[in-house]
């Protein structure tokens, strides 16, 4: 969700996305250029890669393999289908962002700005257990 805390990344990976928003979000207000940041989660379909744990996990099956499972098999994954992915793309394209006047540092709102700058979760809001998978 736009609304969770991700200003204490716990992970380098997370660390650098977070570091992209807020200098795309600088630069957008720096120069007035509308610019709209899209979080994907877990992106999979045809061509995907093979070290996501949809792929892993049908080769295993197939080859009669063991699965890793990490965390106990408590790990949560929001999974979305690459159509979805390029559908919102779509959508999204043809709505630059735009400066929201009431935006309020004393009451952030972290899907917009006072600069013309926008963020959007692309996932299904449908996270499941890998074990459940």
Same mark, same amino acid.
């Given at each position: 969700?736009?609304?969770?805390?991700?200003?204490?990344?716990?992970?380098?990976?997370?660390?650098?996305?977070?570091?992209?928003?807020?200098?795309?979000?600088?630069?957008?207000?720096? $120069?007035?250029? &509308? #610019?709209?940041?899209?979080?994907?989660? #877990?992106? $999979?379909?045809?061509?995907?890669?093979?070290?996501?744990?949809?792929?892993?996990?049908?080769?295993?099956?197939? !080859?009669?393999?063991?699965?890793?499972?990490?965390?106990?098999?408590?790990?949560?994954?929001?999974?979305?289908?690459?159509?979805?992915?390029?559908?919102?793309?779509?959508?999204?394209?043809?709505?630059?962002?735009?400066? !929201?006047?009431?935006?309020?540092?004393?009451?952030?709102?972290?899907?917009?700005? $006072?600069?013309?700058?926008?963020? $959007?979760?692309?996932?299904?809001?449908? &996270?499941?257990?890998?074990?459940?998978?």
């Amino acid at each position: 969700k736009t609304s969770d805390n991700i200003d204490h990344p716990l992970s380098l990976y997370a660390a650098t996305k977070k570091s992209n928003e807020l200098m795309a979000h600088t630069y957008s207000h720096l $120069y007035n250029l &509308p #610019t709209t940041g899209l979080r994907f989660f #877990t992106v $999979y379909g045809p061509w995907g890669r093979p070290d996501m744990a949809l792929f892993k996990f049908t080769k295993a099956v197939v !080859n009669d393999e063991t699965i890793d499972v990490y965390n106990h098999g408590n790990m949560m994954r929001d999974f979305t289908y690459v159509d979805d992915i390029v559908e919102a793309i779509s959508r999204l394209i043809q709505k630059p962002a735009q400066p !929201n006047t009431e935006w309020s540092g004393a009451n952030p709102d972290p899907r917009s700005s $006072y600069a013309p700058y926008k963020v $959007y979760n692309i996932g299904n809001n449908s &996270p499941v257990r890998l074990m459940e998978f």
